[in-house]
Every structure is written in structure tokens, then in C-alpha cells.
Antibody, heavy 120, light 110 residues
Framework: QVQLVESGGDVVQPGRSLRLSCAAS????????MHWVRQAPGKGLQWVAF????????YYADSVKGRFTISRDNSKNTLSLQMNSLGYEDTGVYYC?????????????WGQGTLVTVSS | QSVLTQPPSASGTPGQRVIISCSGS????????VNWYQQVPGTAPKLLIY???QRPSGVPDRISGSKSGTSASLAISGLQSEDEADYYC???????????FGGGTQLTVL
């Protein structure tokens, strides 16, 4: 079955960087687009970034554009999110998610999430 | 502020039918399928409906989805106490080139 396991969440100071990873298994990772979605404490879900199956297309939410970079390593079945210039507003649980269909669309499968806390 | 509009709250008594709406525009719901999720606080979202009206295996048939024009709906029949959770709609937006989520609806079973 589809498994997505995020890691890398931590407490970090404002302005610093952090890299999240997501280990995928149970499906052919190299044939599916992927997403990162986050949720601030007590708030709703917010889409962060999308990457196509081969990494050729990358899209970002305006709030993270220029600061975050999504990437993937299909040889290692791993999705990553490099987060730079972190601000308090970036605090939250970050989910790795896979669409139902390999071409894209909204998430269907979700990881358990990893917590990022930006605090001085 | 979410571009997909959901009521912030909904409620019903056990056994009742509840409908949660999700309103968008031509660039999102009007041209793309909708997913619905259930989220119990402290846990990851769970997929309830995909492609606007399809249920994944394991989701009971008392849960259904529909879409018309630029709006979508999630219906839960035979309401049970375990249905108490937050519910979100989501779809792709062709103008944004990204996923939009509704603001979420907190469902209370009275």
C-alpha cells in the first residue's frame, strides 16, 4: 500500500533554513507527481508546492515562492523540500502527499506529517 | 483567505443527513474534479471522495459527493458520532497552477 514518511521537522530560528524529506513506498514513485501541503496550528490546510513525475514542472504557493524549493530523487524514491529564510508564518505540520492519478490533481494519499516550528 | 468557500461549521443529530458545500470559480471547480477530506484534529487528512463523486475503498456509501458548475457538495447520511471532524474540499486551479483548499468545515454531531 502507499506509504509516505516525512522527516526533517525541527525547531529553527527565524531566517534559518531547513530541509524536509519524504520517503515513498508501495507505488512506482517515478510515475507520480507529488505535493507538499502544510497546516499551521489550529488552521486549515494550505498547499505549498507541486512537482511533476520527472521534476520538469514545479509550482509554488505565492507565500513560499523564492524561498522554498521542491525536488525529487526518483532513484531513491524521495521527495524533498528545501526551506530558506524561514519566518514565524512557516510554523506548522508539513505533509507529503500523492495525487490519486499520476498526472496530478489534488492529494489523495498523505503522510503522517512532520512539525516545523520557527521560534527565536 | 481561501478561494474555495466552505461554511465554517455544520451540525446534525445522529441519523440525520448533513450537506457541506464548497464554492469556487471557473478556473478551479468549474474545470477540475474535487476531492474531499476528513481530518480529526492531530491526525493527517483522510480522503473521502475523489474525482468529485468517487469513494475510495473503505469509505462507506453513506458518504457521497457531487459537483455542479462551480460548486461541489459532500453529503453524509446516517450521521454518527465518529463523523465529528473537520472537512475540507480541494481542487486544482488552472490560473494559480496549484491546489486550492477550502477553509474547512467543522462538523459537530449533537
Amino acid at each position: 500500500q502507499v506509504q509516505l514518511v516525512e522527516s526533517g521537522g525541527d525547531v529553527v530560528q527565524p531566517g534559518r533554513s531547513l530541509r524536509l524529506s519524504c520517503a515513498a513506498s508501495g507505488f512506482t514513485f517515478s510515475t507520480y507527481a507529488m505535493h507538499w501541503v502544510r497546516q499551521a496550528p489550529g488552521k486549515g490546510l494550505q498547499w505549498v508546492a507541486f512537482i511533476s513525475y520527472d521534476g520538469s514542472k514545479k509550482y509554488y504557493a505565492d507565500s513560499v515562492k523564492g524561498r522554498f524549493t521542491i525536488s525529487r530523487d526518483n532513484s531513491k524514491n524521495t521527495l524533498s523540500l528545501q526551506m530558506n529564510s524561514l519566518g514565524y508564518e512557516d510554523t506548522g505540520v508539513y505533509y507529503c502527499a500523492r495525487p490519486i492519478f499520476n498526472y496530478g490533481g489534488p492529494p489523495g494519499y498523505w503522510g503522517q506529517g512532520t512539525l516545523v516550528t520557527v521560534s527565536s | 483567505q481561501s478561494v474555495l468557500t466552505q461554511p465554517p461549521s455544520a451540525s446534525g443529530t445522529p441519523g440525520q443527513r448533513v450537506i457541506i458545500s464548497c464554492s469556487g470559480s471557473s478556473s478551479n471547480i468549474g474545470s477540475n474534479p474535487v476531492n474531499w477530506y476528513q481530518q480529526v484534529p492531530g491526525t493527517a487528512p483522510k480522503l473521502l471522495i475523489y474525482s468529485s463523486n468517487q469513494r475510495p475503498s473503505g469509505v462507506p456509501d453513506r458518504i457521497s459527493g457531487s459537483k455542479s458548475g462551480t460548486s461541489a457538495s459532500l453529503a453524509i447520511s446516517g450521521l454518527q458520532s465518529e463523523d465529528e471532524a473537520d472537512y475540507y474540499c480541494a481542487t486544482w486551479d488552472d490560473s494559480l497552477n496549484g491546489v486550492l483548499f477550502g477553509g474547512g468545515t467543522q462538523l459537530t454531531v449533537l
